[in-house]
């Protein structure tokens, strides 16, 4: 019900079937005698264990047929009825922009019909006839939001961002007619109230649980004007965080560095030259040279370029970004969503924002994040300091007279990388070509430690040039999952790396899931192959393990599918997967130089295992940076927020409280292009820690286990990727782990003990 997060699908028999019944009718006899027989038979044959393992069922190899047969007019709208395709992959090839608004339009519709249709019943309150009936609501809703939203991050247009505005307040709104109908709540309440009598399997009273705390969340227990001003509010911070995300993408690509001559860029690695180039002549800017800006405050090229004047320019428009004034200027529109959203959590009877964030993740509260906040930014401080020391030397051993800068730490810290280790970051980028590293290494690791298989499709349809789609197939041969994966950057991309579903796992609606993964790696010329970055490989591994958790679901409710958990949780499984990517086994099958197809040398991989803890001090307290600057922002009431400019000094003097010397270590991101915090991320920026906590002990669990086995691979899939929200987090994580967490494997991998 929860429109777009939480996404649901109608309930057949099987999903193969519907597809063939859909066929079926559709199809002239002749066809059906071609394909739909044959596949029926084989599907019956099927049934049997050693036919399935020696040949996987696939409809994807029939996809071509299907779209050709399939008689679908052009006005007709394909988001209204339940795409065809296999496992009811979305149209990319029908989907028009002009197809949005009127799908979302009928289906707010659809859904207050359903919803009325419930409250409206004879029957006195029951768990299937409310509870049930409020998860199969929205379906048409949920279906174009999910492709909605999805495409507006990953390949995104003016027709879109203008419906993004215009949609905002309305999809608000439309889950506030909801969440606020005093006769549904008093049906869900009836049932809450009567629980402990119901007999209901442990996950259907979770479900149960879980409705009624969203409606109370939601401000339905408030009074009627209360409730009213709770919409007026929600309309009004939804129209804000949209114009807050539209103005960073807008930032990032107006706000691209514009380089004169390939001599300035002295030390960056000739392919991203060569793509600084392309990019200049994209923009008519012939004969230059521009490198685009990532989300994040520090940019790889600062790693490599010589030329100081060109990096303090580089960092300086970086953390300008959206505060510089303008029309993308973000302290005002952040200001207003501060101050809504701290109106609203009052409005609640909380004290702040963070306060009623906090109740629903597994931290529970304020003081609980602030504790682990302070209780590791102290060793990290003094770990940043001593880096600090050990790269002013660098600079004075350069012959260099100038005290180090914020713009100067990346490159001084590969100087002092490869002066302690004999290692340069940049050797690893020729072992690290992107379709190696995903098919042998993200795919081969999965593969070895749950027995998965995948198989590239080239009939689904995809919705930019580069999107590449996979077969998932589970260990007996059957389909999973359908994987997409879209990995370059575009200008009508977001930045960062994300993970999104389009559809959910739920054995209640018996679906399966097609998730997708979105990286920002820079794509080379014409004819080059694409050389990653050891952080971009870590991503693509972590990335993946969003994936698995979506993948590996196995829950009955869409409610609490794939990674519907809460948020300082849901970053776990994929910081655990991470690990694969330096595990020897894995490493040692995908790192292939791209000419020589030489394996990585013994001591090169040594070298890249012995500087794990190297620079943690830094990267430890950039991100800390961000997470007490999201939770300062948060835990102010209306009176407190920051006007306008105000919010810069705000900043400053939040990080100053807290030790850290903005013009040496700036934070991950500053309040004017944090898009997390209008995410879901919202005072829950700390959950990358708090997870971590979660990873690092978890790592050692499979260290101690023998590692990559299937043995290991299933007792984690088993025990927690495939529970989902099914369960309390902290109650799945002991089922895995034995115990409750130790916090002191992060402090060991950080350095920080």
């Given at each position: 019900m929860q429109i777009i997060h939480r996404l649901v699908y109608k309930t057949y028999t099987s999903g193969v079937f519907r597809l063939l019944r859909d066929l079926c009718r559709e199809m002239d006899s002749k066809l059906l005698n071609l394909i739909v027989i044959p596949a029926?038979?084989?599907?019956?044959?099927?049934?049997?264990?050693?036919?399935?393992?020696?040949?996987?069922?696939?409809?994807?190899e029939v996809n071509e047929a299907v779209v050709e047969f399939i008689s679908t007019p052009e006005e007709t709208n394909p988001f209204y009825e339940e795409s065809p395709l296999y496992l009811n992959y979305p149209r990319f090839d029908r989907i028009q922009d002009a197809h949005y608004l009127p799908a979302f339009e009928r289906g707010m519709e659809e859904e207050l019909e359903e919803i009325e249709a419930i409250v409206n019943q004879p029957d006195q309150p029951s768990f299937d006839n409310t509870i049930l009936a409020l998860e199969l609501t929205g379906q048409l809703l949920d279906r174009v939001a999910r492709v909605f939203y999805a495409i507006s991050s990953a390949h995104t247009n003016d027709e879109i961002r203008a419906l993004e505005q215009q949609l905002a307040p309305r999809l608000a709104g439309h889950e506030d007619n909801i969440l606020l109908n005093p006769d549904l709540f008093e049906r869900v309440g009836i049932i809450y109230e009567q629980r402990d009598d119901l007999a209901l399997e442990p996950e259907s009273m979770r479900l149960l649980e879980k409705y009624y705390t969203e409606f109370v969340r939601g401000g339905a227990a408030l009074s009627v004007p209360e409730q009213q001003h709770m919409k007026e509010l929600n309309a009004e911070i939804a129209s804000f965080e949209t114009l807050y995300s539209q103005n960073i993408l807008s930032e990032v690509n107006d706000l691209a560095v514009i380089v004169d001559t390939e001599e300035e860029l002295t030390g960056l690695d000739q392919a991203l030259i060569t793509a600084a180039r392309e990019e200049a002549a994209a923009r008519d800017l012939d004969g230059k040279y521009v490198l685009p800006l990532l989300n994040t405050s520090s940019q790889p090229a600062l790693a490599?370029?010589?030329?100081?004047a060109l990096r303090e320019i580089i960092h300086s428009i970086s953390l300008s970004r959206g505060s510089r004034g303008g029309d993308f200027d973000n302290t005002e529109v952040l200001s207003n969503v501060l101050r809504l959203r701290a109106e609203r959590a009052q409005l609640l009877g909380y004290d702040n924002h963070a306060h009623f964030i906090l109740e629903d993740r597994t931290a529970q509260t304020v003081a609980a994040v602030n504790n682990r906040l302070a209780e590791l930014t102290t060793p990290a401080l003094a770990n940043v300091n001593r880096e600090a020391v050990d790269l002013q030397q660098m600079i004075y051993d350069d012959g260099q007279d100038f005290e180090l800068a914020s713009w100067d730490w990346d490159f001084y810290t590969e100087k002092l990388r490869l002066a302690r280790y004999d290692f340069d970051a940049k050797e690893l980028r020729p072992y690290f070509e992107l379709n190696n590293v995903l098919l042998k290494g993200v795919f081969f690791a999965a593969e070895q430690l749950y027995g998965i298989t995948f198989k590239e499709q080239i009939s689904l349809p995809v919705y930019q040039e580069d999107v590449r789609v996979f077969e998932v197939y589970d260990t007996t041969g059957t389909t999973l999952a359908i994987f997409i994966a879209d990995f370059y950057a575009r200008p009508t991309k977001r930045g960062g790396a994300w993970m999104n579903s389009y559809v959910s796992q739920s054995n209640l609606l018996n679906t399966r899931p097609i998730v997708a993964n979105h990286l920002n790696i820079t794509?080379?010329?014409?004819?080059?192959?694409?050389?990653?970055?050891f952080d971009e490989v870590t991503t693509m591994f972590h990335e993946f393990g969003h994936a698995l958790h979506g993948m590996f679901s196995a829950v009955e409710y869409p409610y609490f599918s794939g990674t519907s958990v809460p948020r300082d949780f849901v970053e776990?499984?994929?910081?655990?997967?991470?690990?694969?990517?330096?595990?020897?086994?894995?490493?040692?099958?995908?790192?292939?130089?791209?000419?020589?197809?030489?394996?990585?040398?013994?001591?090169?991989?040594?070298?890249?295992?012995?500087?794990?803890?190297f620079n943690q001090g830094f990267e430890t307290t950039e991100y800390l940076a961000a997470s007490i600057l999201d939770q300062a922002l948060h835990q102010l009431n209306t009176d407190e927020i920051p006007v306008g400019d105000e919010i810069m000094e705000f900043e400053r003097s939040t990080f100053q409280g807290a030790g850290i010397v903005l013009d040496s270590v700036p934070p991950r991101y500053r309040s004017t292009y944090f898009n997390h915090i209008m995410g879901g991320y919202h005072a829950g920026y700390y959950s990358y820690i708090w997870s971590e906590v979660l990873d690092a002990d978890s790592v050692d669990w499979f260290k101690e286990n023998g590692g990559l086995t299937r043995e290991n691979g299933d007792h984690f899939r088993q025990t927690l990727l495939s529970r989902g929200g099914a369960d309390d987090a902290m109650t799945l994580f002991r089922k895995f782990r034995g115990r409750d967490p130790d916090i002191t494997p992060l402090l060991e991998r950080r350095g920080l003990n």
């Open positions: 029926l038979v084989s599907l019956q044959s099927g049934c049997s264990e050693p036919e399935l393992s020696e040949k996987p069922i696939s409809l994807a490599s370029l010589q030329n100081r794509k080379p010329s014409e004819g080059e192959v694409t050389l990653l970055t776990y499984p994929s910081q655990v997967n991470e690990m694969w990517a330096i595990w020897p086994e894995v490493l040692a099958n995908y790192a292939i130089h791209h000419e020589t197809g030489q394996s990585m040398p013994q001591e090169l991989l040594e070298k890249v295992l012995s500087t794990q803890t």
